[in-house]
T-cell receptor
Framework: DQQVKQNSPSLSVQEGRISILNCDYT??????FLWYKKYPAEGPTFLIS?????DKNEDGRFTVFLNKSAKHLSLHIVPSQPGDSAVYFC???????????FGQGTTLQVKP | DSGVTQTPKHLITATGQRVTLRCSPR?????VYWYQQSLDQGLQFLIQ???????AKGNILERFSAQQFPDLHSELNLSSLELGDSALYFC?????????????FGPGTRLTVL
């Protein structure tokens, strides 16, 4: 039972355009959400997070949106750069259980 | 460089064997987390230690065990290895115990079981 799903295994975007990565979850107990980026041969790197009391969090070119009623979050990257090409993982957690559940990842390719 | 170190980088062993993976957290971080990433799955949380004590358990098999030592480094022990245990094993650390804290990941240990 996958509690956190990233339904798009890959995404290709032109440099300068917007990249939108999506993530769905099933457990309504999740109260915080994170996005990580991973380059080949490296560990994941934290990008941005959002708690369930907010519906938007922005950090530079990265914005995470949370739609609690739809149990959906998305990561927007504007403008996309070739260096953003990586695998992006969303993760969801519950403060009560203390466990973080990761999605399968979406491979983003930003073409110059 | 996240500041989290993992050794060894690569490990090749046979079925039935036992291996130990080592992790040194960032200076000042009290929590250590272990994750498994196999080819067909995303990152699977295994276990968390905070200041030497087990804090949370995920999908960790009984054949696997971990500990965190007084100097805060951690070891993940994998025994009676099976082919399906071949995966990337990541260690992460954070300052405090809450999962909402930013976790800093090490480069991983690639385990191959033949």
């Amino acid at each position: 039972d996958q509690q956190v799903k990233q339904n798009s295994p890959s995404l290709s975007v032109q440099e300068g355009r917007i990249s939108i990565l999506n993530c769905d979850y099933t457990n309504s107990m999740f109260d915080y959400f994170l996005w990580y980026k991973k380059y080949p041969a490296e560990g994941p790197t934290f990008l941005i997070s959002i708690s369930s009391i907010k519906d938007k969090n922005e950090d530079g070119r990265f914005t995470v949106f949370l739609n609690k009623s739809a149990k959906h979050l998305s990561l927007h990257i504007v403008p996309s750069q070739p260096g953003d090409s990586a695998v992006y993982f969303c993760a969801a957690g519950s403060s009560n259980t203390g466990k973080l559940i990761f999605g399968q990842g979406t491979t983003l390719q930003v073409k110059p | 460089d996240s500041g989290v170190t993992q050794t060894p980088k690569h490990l090749i062993t046979a079925t039935g064997q036992r291996v130990t993976l080592r992790c040194s957290p960032r200076s000042g971080d009290l929590s250590v987390y272990w994750y498994q990433q196999s080819l067909d799955q995303g990152l699977q949380f295994l276990i968390q230690y905070y200041n030497g004590e087990e804090r949370a358990k995920g999908n960790i098999l009984e054949r696997f065990s971990a500990q965190q030592f007084p100097d805060l480094h951690s070891e993940l022990n994998l025994s009676s290895l099976e082919l399906g245990d071949s995966a990337l094993y990541f260690c992460a650390s954070s300052v405090d115990r809450a999962f909402a804290d930013t976790q800093y990941f090490g480069p991983g240990t690639r385990l191959t079981v033949l």
